[in-house]
Each structure stands twice: as C-alpha cells, then as structure tokens.
C-alpha cells in the first residue's frame, strides 16, 4: 500500500512536465484520500477523471491522466487496466496525428513497445530515442515525437526494462537494450548518428550504452544516477519509499535485499571515461533521489558536459517550462552542430 500523500508529490512533478496546470492535479488530489479500492483510492479517482477526459474528446489528457492511475507501476488488477486504458487512449491520439505508428519488439527476452515517427526505408533520418524514467511511461513522452519531426528526425519513444508494456528485466545488462532498439531500426533510420533523451535511471542506462555503442552521438538527459546510488546503503536509507518500492518492483527483490542488488549497476570511471559523445544534463541541487557525488563523477569524466543545475527536488517541478526548453533547444544545438 503506497502513502498516497507521497504520490501526489511525486506526480506533481509528472504533471508539471507536461504542462497540466496545477489547479487540474490538484482538485483530483483533494479526493483521493487512499490507495485501497472504490471512492477516493488513487487508481479509481484518477481513473474516472481519465474517463471523463476520454469521453469529452481529449485522448491525449485522458492518456496522461490513466498514466497517473497505474503510477507507480503495476501491482494488481486495477493498475493493470489503468495501464491498458492509458496505452487505448494514446493509440486513439496519434490516430488523428498524421506520422505517428505503433511499433513492437521481441528483445532480450522481452517485449519492448514503442511509439514512432518518421522511419523510413527509402530515406532514413537520424533518430531522436526518447525514454522516461523508472516510474513514466512511453505514452507520457509520445508528445516529444512532435518536436522530433518538426526538427528532421526520426523519433522512437519507449520505456525502461520492466516499466510498462516493457516487459525486459531490470538489471545491470539491461542498457544492451538501447543497442537492440538500434539494431531493430537500421533499415529505416540513420541509427549511426542517434540522439538519446533519456530522463532520470534511463539516463544510466544512455550512458552505459554510449560507452560501447559509437551510434549514440549526444545524450540529454536529467536527474540521471551514476555510481553513488547504486553503492551508498547510507544514502539509499534516506531515499523516498516510492522509489525503493519502485526499483525493488524492476529488479525482483524485497525492499530488504535491494541494497545488495544494486551496486552491479554503477558506472565505473573506466565506462564514463569512453563517453565520449556530448551529454546534456539537468540536475537538481536538492535532489533526493540521486546524490550530488554522481553529477561530480560527470564533471570529472565526461569531456563534453554542460550542466543546468536549479536550486530543487528530483525532477525540478518549479522548473518544469525551463527544462523543457533547455533540453529541446541542446537538441536543436547539438542537430546543429552535427549537420554542420
């Protein structure tokens, strides 16, 4: 059972990302008063909401808003139909979206669902991959498709090992599902020159990949672990319950095995030292998820890294039009600079 009242911190966040004015999450906030079953339970109330959404001829809101029901992963038969609800609603937005398609995959072991634009067999574009972190869905970013073809690209959103329709296991191997997105996508985008924005722990996962995979060549990213959460117990005492809750669902441990799950995943500074591709971070002074000591490692190795750094929590809420800005117009440098 999730403490509700930490939920609605954390998909404050979510909503101010995209853009939902906060008098919108905010009344639905006041009617959720648990996370069991019927009236005023968090999948139920915003689940409704969505419904409404829905039925009032906005797919788009009504996906976001389901999203928000399944937040923060699947964990029985409500959730489950909230996600499967969030997925209809995106699928009947793109319909009236010319350029948007449904793609799947069978990878490592897995399935791996994506939302795409712009891939072509007779003239292949460089491709934008866009994945969200531990808790957002592929649906939550399929927006960001839009900016990918305005600026030429190719565009794939997906998601993390084990969050949403992905069903790939979260472990430290999992970044060799960036490689295999590539790989499915060489005969209809230019994967050789492939931009990541990957937000929060998918961030890892970009950089990882980028270590041994010369076809990504700039990675955007924000609030992105590194080493130090992954190997400090101490720091990983203080981390919010949703998180761990989260990371220990991914993984496939109690809660009280997690700390010795997930050291495997650092980065080591061998790995950040062949990063050698331009990185684009945002990060959070107040973050409480990933510790200071990890944006240091990134100074202290990445030879092309510039930082916009706002005095906040994980996720910059207060900061959320200034982000979005910023990692869009990185892009649109960083398209540039590569064209040029």
Known sequence: MNDVEELKRYVATHAESLGIPAERYRALFAAIRHDGVGPGSWTLEWSRAADTLLDAGEPL??????????????????????????????????????????????????????????????????????????????????????????????????????????????????????????????????????????????????????????????IITAGAPVRDLFTDRSWQAGLPAVTVDTLAHLVGVPRARLDTALPPFALSDAHLSRVDVPVRYVASSRDEIVPATDLSLLREHIRDLRVLEHDDVHGAPAHAAQTRDWMVRSLVELRSAASS
């Open 61 to 218: 809101a009504a996906s976001q808003y389901y999203g928000f029901a399944r937040f923060p992963f699947v964990d029985g038969q409500d959730r489950a139909a909230a996600l499967t609800d969030c997925v209809d609603a995106l699928d009947e937005w793109r319909r009236a979206v010319p350029g948007i398609e449904r793609a799947d995959w069978k990878i490592l072991g897995g399935r791996v669902g994506a939302w795409t634009t712009g891939l072509s067999t007779t003239d292949p574009r460089p491709l934008l991959l866009i994945l969200g972190g531990i808790v957002s869905l592929k649906e939550q970013w399929a927006p960001v498709l839009l900016a990918a073809r305005d600026l030429g690209l190719a565009g794939v959103v997906t998601e993390m090992p084990g969050v949403g329709e992905n069903t790939v296991r979260y472990d430290e191997h999992s970044w060799r599902m960036l490689p295999a997105v590539l790989d499915a996508l060489a005969d209809r985008a230019e994967v050789a020159r492939t931009y990541v924005m990957a937000i929060s722990f998918s961030g890892h996962l970009a950089l990882r990949a980028a270590a041994d995979d010369h076809r990504v060549r700039a």
